[in-house]
Structure formats: C-alpha cells, structure tokens
C-alpha cells in the first residue's frame, strides 16, 4: 500500500508532544515528508531546544508511525530543534545578534534570582541552544562569581565589547569592569539605566537564541527601562513561598503586563528546605503560595526548587548546579523549567521584521 503526505499529517495529529502538550502538525514540527514505496521519512523540526529529548522524541514518532501506518516498511524520524526570534513590545527593535530575550525578575531581593537565572540560562545552553546572559544588577552584580569568569572584556574595534564565556555561555556584567570585589557602585538611577543599555548594546553577542537577563529585584529606573527600551520576549518572576515575597512578585508581575511583557511563568524557590544532616524535607516558608498566585493571575507554574546548600555552595564556587551536578535531580529540574520556558516561546508570535526588505529613498 502506497501512503500519501495526509496519511503521514493524518498520523502525527494523532501523537502529542509532551514538552508543548499539543500534537505535531499543530505545533508545526513536521517538515520534509518523504515517501519511496512504503518506505516514510520526515523531519521533526521542534521550536525550543530538547538536546536531551531528540532521542526519545525519535523513538516515539517512528513507533506511532509504525503503529498507525500498517505496512510502512523503513520508517525514519530526524529530530532536531530551531529557535527563531519571537514578537516583543511594539516600537522596540530586536538586538544585533539576539534572538529572543528572557527577563527573570523578582519583586524583593532575597529569593534566589540570580542563581535561578543561572542555572535556567546553562539549561537552556544543555539542551543546545546558544546562550548568553546579561547581569543588569548593576548594584549588585553576582553573575561573574556564578559562572567562575575572571578578567575584563576585550573589544575587537574600540566601539563594542566581546562577551566573556564561562560553562559554554556568553556573559556581560559591570561586574567584569570593576576592579576589587568590595567596589560599590554609588551612582545616581539615570548612570544606572544608560550602563544597562551600552552592557546591552555594546556587547557584540555571537548568534544567541536567548539572551538571559538577571535582573535587579523591585520595579524602578532599571525595570522600566527595559520595559521601554530592550525588546524582552517574555519574563520569568522568581518568588518564595511566604506571603511578603508573593506580595512583591504580585507587583513585579503587574508591572510587566502595564508595559506589554509577557509572563512566561513563574518559579517558586526555597518551596521546601531539605536538612543536610538527615535529608528531612518541610515547608519552613509556607506552602503552595507560587500555584495560588498563577491561578489568581492565569500565567504558568514553571516548577518549584529547594532550599538546599548544595544549590548555594556550587553557584558561590563559579559551578552552578545545572553544571556541577548535570544529572542530579535538581539540574533536572533546572533543565525541565528551562525547556518549558523555551516552549512557551515558541508559542508565541514570530519576528519577522527581519524578512523585510530596507527600503531607502534616494534622490537621483
């Protein structure tokens, strides 16, 4: 029996992707049907990057296939994954050599921002996407110590500044310009929110899919100016569970959806402290205040992460979690938020201001 390209679109609209929870032809992700007798190739194209999952993915869509073509004889599925830039604020013009950018906030210092944002970034890096990310707590800047990067920028042409790399990701931070680790910063908000904009801008970023941007806590000079300026695909609010933080991410999160950012979900750390002695688990900050929030406000529950020295111990020693321990249960986590983040990008609506010709209007 000879099978068409509607069988094989036919079949796949039958087998859901367990990352977007939707099936294939809807998620876009078969390309490349191809059919010599009863032999069925295609192309499994995914929209967010599942290094880890290719295999599985493969395995499943060929044995579907098998099942629900009777008679296929050679059934092959390549999988692989392309990120392309997504929509962002209106008026905003994307950044030379980025893609897409993920804003990962907090409403109150505290909660573990930074180290989440980390950690989120090398777990999208794992899956195999091209990552960077932006320290924008200029006060504050902790991402040089996270990633055990030493030493200053270079630039190749006296303008722009080359990123640094730790773990396989780019890295910017005014943290690489200061000299001493006890420097405070004492400027004024509007020095504050132009460094932000030449660490953004000035950075020649080399092809990323995501740009990660760990920001500041609270919702002042920085936060608007990123609402304004940088075109942020969608942000990520880091909270724990007791009330005064959930308080503060409410606001957090009313701040992005005033300025037309869209929340890609939230993250509740220290959910559960685990005793380092005995590995006794307990709420100490309370329980399930991260799901009640994204019930009252309709947004995604990206997961939940522990209170755990480990989590500490490796971010201040320059080898976060999602790299010193890559197959432990918590940079599983790590890299599951991560993936989920990155589908729900791929969700939303492409850029294609890109695609479009520059019209220029000369005299002659």
């Known amino acids: 029996m000879a099978f068409t390209d509607a069988d094989v679109q036919g079949a796949m609209k039958l087998l859901i992707d367990p990352n977007t929870r939707k099936d294939f032809v809807a998620g876009k992700a078969i390309k490349n049907i191809k059919l010599s007798g009863n032999d069925v190739s295609l192309d499994v194209t995914l929209g967010y990057p599942a290094k880890s999952v290719w295999a599985e993915i493969k395995a499943m869509v060929e044995a579907h296939l098998r099942k629900t073509l009777p008679g296929a004889a050679k059934v092959e599925a390549n999988v692989s994954s392309k990120v392309v830039p997504h929509a962002v604020q209106r008026g905003v013009k994307l950044v030379e050599g980025v893609k897409n950018i993920i804003a990962v906030a907090s409403g109150k210092g505290g909660v573990g921002k930074s180290t989440t944002a980390v950690n989120l970034a090398l777990g999208l890096a794992a899956e195999g996407a091209r990552v960077g990310i932006l320290d924008a707590d200029i006060y504050g800047p902790s991402q040089p110590t996270m990633l055990g990067i030493k030493g200053q920028p270079t630039s190749s042409d006296g303008k722009s500044m080359n990123p640094m790399e730790g773990h396989g990701i780019q890295a910017m931070s ?30 020649r970023w080399d092809n990323l899919d995501y740009l990660v941007v760990d920001m500041p806590p609270g919702t002042g000079d920085i936060q608007l100016t990123l609402a304004q300026k940088v075109p942020v695909t969608g942000a990520v609010i880091v909270t724990t569970p007791q ?20 929340i890609l979900g939230i993250i509740e750390n220290m959910s559960t402290h685990i005793c380092s002695q005995c590995g006794h688990e307990e709420h100490i900050f309370g329980a399930g205040g991260g799901e009640k929030m994204c019930a009252d406000y309709n947004v995604e529950f990206l997961g939940s992460l522990p209170l755990d020295i480990q989590i500490r111990e490796q971010a201040d020693s320059g080898n976060p979690t999602v790299i010193a321990e890559p197959d432990g249960k918590i940079a599983r986590e790590y890299k599951q938020m991560a993936r989920r983040v990155a589908v729900k990008i791929a969700e939303m609506a492409q850029d294609h201001s890109a695609v479009f010709p520059k019209i220029v209007v000369k005299s002659t």
């Open 243 to 262: 009330d005064i933080a959930l308080l503060d991410a409410r606001k957090g999160l009313k701040m992005f959806e005033k300025v037309d950012i869209k």
């Open 174 to 203: 005014i943290g690489f310009m200061i000299s001493g680790d006890d420097q405070a910063m004492v400027w004024r908000g509007p020095m504050v929110t132009q460094a932000l904009e030449q660490l953004l801008n000035q950075t």
